[in-house]
């Protein structure tokens, strides 16, 4: 691929990231490891895992997720991030403006490849 | 488990903690504590560990470098070259905008605004996150009222200079006489030089300045 395809690719991942996260955590609280993995399962979602950290730490700092350890059944405690109403909203923010960019972008690039 | 692959985690944990030098304590040793909780999670999911498993899994999570530049987002350092105009946190964008604002208030609030202006210029540099303590004194001390200050000497000087003399009587100069006059000027043009030079400083130190996040 061309890598100013690359560099774009990246970017869109990058920015829409963090909106898959706050999903995640829509219904359910989950732990870093676990987020992780369910990412993971997505192929072309994560390119180095580790890079979820830096991202779910300023979630945190932005007050989008919170975070308390839990006791895990299999080893050390684990810190478990929710969703904070401030999440919620933006993520209900991001789904609409998302829907209209996604279908304004399938509009056109759907229709020239059905051709 | 064994003591080499032992060891590639501490290597790995090791070089993100270099990595992450430069972030605040706090940032830094949760970072460091999410990942090596991630590392011992993967490790305990292995059911005969290798060193290739643990290679593999240090790889999937990525090189530290990679994570550094995501916690400084915004910040150059990616593995791809992102295109220009990286994100900007909002509050950023505007501190910069009032940061140009503080340094010409700072220069020439005075002449805008007699007193007030120039005080409103140093109330910008105090409340930016963009300079020093140091440098925001340096640019309260030097020089208070910015160019307004050498300007309201300057005309003093000049009207105080003036000569007189009473019809029939001698003629007399009040001020401007030799070395008094030379001290004047240098003095004066001291106090132009100096503010322009400050302001030029603080300006420079602003574009150095990395953006934090």
Known sequence: MVSGQDA?????RRGTLQYCVLSLLDTEERYGFDLVRALAEQD???TSEGTIYPLLSRLRRDGLVESNWQESTSGPPRRYYRLTEGGRSALQAFRVEWRRFRDAVDHFVERTAAQ | MSDSTDKLVDDYLDRLEQELANFPAARRRELVQEISGHIAEARAALDDETEADVRNLLDRIGDPADIAAEAGMGAQAQATPPPPAPVQAPARARGSGWDVVALVMLLIGGLILPVIGWFIGVVLLWISETWSTGEKLLGT????????LPLFLLTVGTSANSCGGDVGGPITCTGGNGTGSVAVAVLVIALFVVP????????RRRSQVAVPT
Do not use: K, T
């Open chain 1, 8 to 12: 774009l690719l990246s970017q869109m």
């Open chain 1, 44 to 46: 072309g979602m994560v």
């Open chain 2, 141 to 148: 001390l030097l020089v208070p009222g910015g160019l307004a």
């Open chain 2, 196 to 203: 322009i030079a400050v302001v030029a400083y603080l300006a």
